[in-house]
């Protein structure tokens, strides 16, 4: 809450959406909301525990903004955090769905373990981005660097996770009117890693942009429900993916949303793209998303990324299929 107050963009509503907690954050809200007495800033209880994406939803409706940040209870932001995404939005010439930037990752007490998101060294080799520098036409703002991966076709796709956590990301309102399940749809599936759902889906409607800077902290304590693995090195596993949401999962909430907003996705898309993304979703299976397996497009991207392409064909030929 703190680093959202001191947010150098000031034009923002927090709201701040307290699961059915059972430790003192209703009093520690309540504390902050007393001493800043800022209108900015309203809290809101469920009465019961719905997970990250059904907690999500809830407090997406409550909003009114035209972009839209999820931030984690244990994440915090740089001042320029929203400036910088704004800026993006506002100035990149190929419009997206979604933004997501670096961050720092930081220990429990706030000491440094890395100055970038290891997860986003897969976006070095997803060679589908497009290198690009966002800058306003009058130059008086630093640009943003990063790389642009288009809307989905199977050219574009990002061959790996290539964005932050959902703490880094901001979205476009009408992105997540159209594919944020409603309440009464049940989200069970994503009581963590909501932004697996959000931002697969997101990439599929309208692309996203991948900053290079860092804008603010990702914070691993010690009680993350995911990111139980300790930072080894970049490409290295930091999830413990036995408690990821499944593919499956995705994909049938993904149908649920597609077919009960049916006219809206074919006012949005047009009839031909809309049955491409209902058969897309359709085709996933429990081991994949996408093409190909996710875990060989990891270890291919990673090798051609430390190999180059051509030492990683001549050991491919020499391997088989044990690297895919």
Known sequence: MRSVQAQTYNKVECIVVDDCSSD???????????????????????PRNVGQLGAQVHGFRESEGQFVVFLDADDLLFPRFLDRHLFVHHNIE??????????????????????SHTDLASRVYATQGIDLEVKDSERKTAPVEGILFPFWRDKNEPSAWAWGTQSTMMFRRALLALILPTPQLNADGFRICADFYTVRFGQLIGGSFVFREALGCYRRH???????????AARMQTGDM???????AFRELALRVLSERREEFLAVLGTERYHDLAAYFKSLKSNTLGFKPLHRRIVRNAL???????AYVRLRLSLGRLIG
């Open 94 to 115: 190929t419009a997206v769905a979604f933004t997501s930037s670096n961050q720092w990752t930081i220990s429990r007490d706030g000491q440094l373990l890395s100055k």
């Open 242 to 248: 036995r408690s990821h949401p499944s593919v499956t």
């Open 222 to 232: 010690g009680g993350n429900n995911f990111s139980k693995n300790g930072i080894i």
């Open 24 to 46: 003192n954050t209703p009093a520690v809200v309540a504390a902050l909301l007393q001493e800043w007495r800022d209108p900015r800033f309203r809290y809101l209880r469920l």
């Open 304 to 310: 051609v990324g430390l190999l180059g392409e051509s």
